[in-house]
């Protein structure tokens, strides 16, 4: 979702030299999908405090995290994708593990579909999430070098109190979104992230838009869901839902899959 998309018929990409794991905030974990709403959280009445010197302490903790509390070693994977010009559809049911070497690993369960969302969606996908774990993540962490970070004010989202960010790119580069993000006021994690990419990866595509929400149980990220929605010229619009959560238990998982649950 971060800075590489490789879908065979919409370019090449540079190659880059190879760094640590990308936290996962900036992780295609979130590359529907309905089209990202980029829309801003209205500040009315009902959710509005002035209290910035309290969002200038979450941010300085989130940033200090670097935003890995949802980077889980192990974890389970859907993926729903879709051409909607074409009228085709695939899935994908994986178990993600992150390497010691900061690779990826991924064990399909099941992955079913039309053949060009299978393979120009979703194996590019995987392939993408793969290599974004070279991308240096001090190049497009949400650090005030590589963004201006304005604070737009709190909201509620559902029953938590959360503070409200813009963050716009200094430079057009690979991996920066240009958007917005809401943190918890309580644990300093993201709970939504909402953007484009501020550089495309190819002249054939014309947008790449995300949304990502973080559902929080017991102070950690239970459970994440991505939208991505790619306008590209020769095939229309490509559209993914992605969730993932964390998971202890390999095995139970891989039962599961072969019974048909």
Same mark, same amino acid.
Do not use: C
């Given at each position: ?109 099941? /992955? ?14 995987? =392939? !993408?999430? %793969?290599? @974004?774990? #070279? ?99 020769? /095939? ?14 390999? =095995? !139970?998982? %891989?039962? @599961?899959? #072969?019974?048909?649950?």
């Amino acid at each position: 979702m971060y800075g590489h998309y490789e879908y065979a018929a919409w370019g090449r990409q540079r190659p880059v030299a190879r760094a640590k794991a990308v936290p996962q905030w900036i992780r295609p974990s979130v590359l529907a999908l309905l089209t990202a709403v980029l829309a801003w959280p209205s500040f009315g009445a009902e959710g509005v405090t002035a209290d910035a010197s309290a969002a200038a302490a979450v941010l300085e903790r989130f940033i200090v995290s670097e935003g890995e509390a949802g980077a889980w070693p192990v974890e389970t994977i859907e993926i729903q994708a879709s051409l909607p010009t074409l009228k085709e559809t695939g899935r994908l049911r994986a178990i993600r593990r992150l390497l010691p070497v900061g690779r990826l690993d991924y064990k399909v369960l099941e /992955i079913a579909g039309d053949a060009n969302v299978k393979n120009q969606v979703i194996v590019r996908y995987i =392939s !993408a999430d %793969e290599k @974004a774990t #070279e991308l240096a993540g001090s190049s497009v962490a949400p650090t005030s070098a590589n963004y201006r970070i304005h604070y737009a004010g709190s909201v509620w989202l559902g029953n938590r109190l959360t503070y409200a960010f813009r963050m716009i790119p200094r430079k057009k580069r690979e991996g920066l979104i240009n958007g917005a993000f809401w943190l918890d006021s309580e644990t300093g994690m993201a709970v939504r992230e909402s953007g484009y990419l501020a550089k495309r990866s190819s002249v054939f595509v014309r947008r790449i838009n995300l949304t990502r929400e973080n559902e929080l149980h017991n102070g950690a990220i239970a459970e994440r869901v991505t939208h991505l929605s790619v306008e590209a010229r020769l /095939i229309g619009r490509a559209q993914l839902i992605i969730v993932e959560r964390p998971t202890s238990d390999e =095995s !139970a998982v %891989e039962g @599961a899959a #072969e019974g048909g649950q």
